[in-house]
């Protein structure tokens, strides 16, 4: 897999939201493939087709749906739930129907949100078959008895499941890697905002020469990540941390959930990049629920890959409902998401593990030039003791990242300071400080 140079202009992250949001996604199928080919124009993924009835780990790709139409239909012929208005309405991977239901036969087919009368609920059915249509709730109430007319003009036939895939190659083959999931139809937050920020991270990243190599995964959920676990095995040596993206356009603060592994590489800079960013934020454990880092740190796989969102996932009313729309995303939390996680792969690309090649006692800093030899460390500012913590902590064994969290001084004051000793030969980088490094 290779990168293309691209160059058309990326839209912003919230243009590419509106783009998208039309669209009716669902774990395969011609919406997935468009979305995927949208991402494609502008960052150059290569599209893989896993075909239905492929074994992945414990599961099967299933067949493909697509969907042209889909609505209820009241005694006037008015269409009173209409797939074309909203492509909510139709419960995802229904099979198709066509005929006439009383009420009371097609209630046990409707969905709603009792407590968000007005809201349409996000219902999907992939591995039970059964077809469905979702309304608010003030709309079911306003229906009378009779006979109503029913249509899902839907597909469900061997087929295959589409994923995407960019490896932006970097001065190593220690990868990062950045998966968000792709299946969902016209919500906003979850995930279309994932998929706009990976896509202008991923811009970034092949406008600047790497020490890592960045791996970008645009999958449906669960099964998608479980087919490029399932195809990609030989990969996973080479990961040295990742990130699923999602929920980054809403206006609540930061979350990190961390990796299976708890204080691995990108759990620590993850840490780090928020502890600085003087945002609010919340750190919380791993937990087998969410969404593809269940996958990525399966224990048979057991990658550290953490969950990177802002609102977490069923916790706002606008989770999988018509409320988590264009409105519900704003330009400022989606710029500052990916702000974040430029700040992320800053701290990645910039640590390192230094070894002190004059570990007996201090050496003598002001005869290099490196050292104010007047002033008192009360007057000194911050770049004069990092270079003591810098020294002090370079053994081999200690990062740059692990000494800015322990000295409380901001990493790039350690960063510059660690570059003036290398200058002065007073430190040397390891170069075999990340496990399994190799230089490409
Ligand atoms: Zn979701």
Redesign the pocket.
Known sequence: MSTKQNTLPIPSTHQIIKDLYPICRSITGDGLRATLEYVQKYIGIEITEVLSGTAVFDWTVPDEWNIRDGFICNDKGDRIVDFRESNLHVVNYSEPIRGSFSLDELRPHLHTIPDQPDAIP?VTSYYKQTWGFCLSHNLLKSLEDGQYTVEIDSSLEPGSLSYGELLVPGKTDQEILVSC?CC?PS?AN??LSGIAVAMHLARHLSNQENRFSYRFIFAP?TIGAIAWLAENEDVLPQIAGGLTLANLGDSGHFNYKRSRQHDSLIDNVVSLALNDSGHRYGIRNFSPYGYDERQYCSPGIDLPVGSFTRSI?GTFSE??TSRDNLDFVNQESLKESFALLQRVVDILEHNSVFENLNPKCEPQLGKRGLYSTTGGFAATPDYSIALLWVLNYSDGTQSLMDISVRSGIAFDTIVQAANRLRDARLIEEKTDWLAGENEV
Request: hydrophobic share 10%.
């Open positions: 996000y999931h969902h919500l979850d995930n959920g996932h989770y999988h």
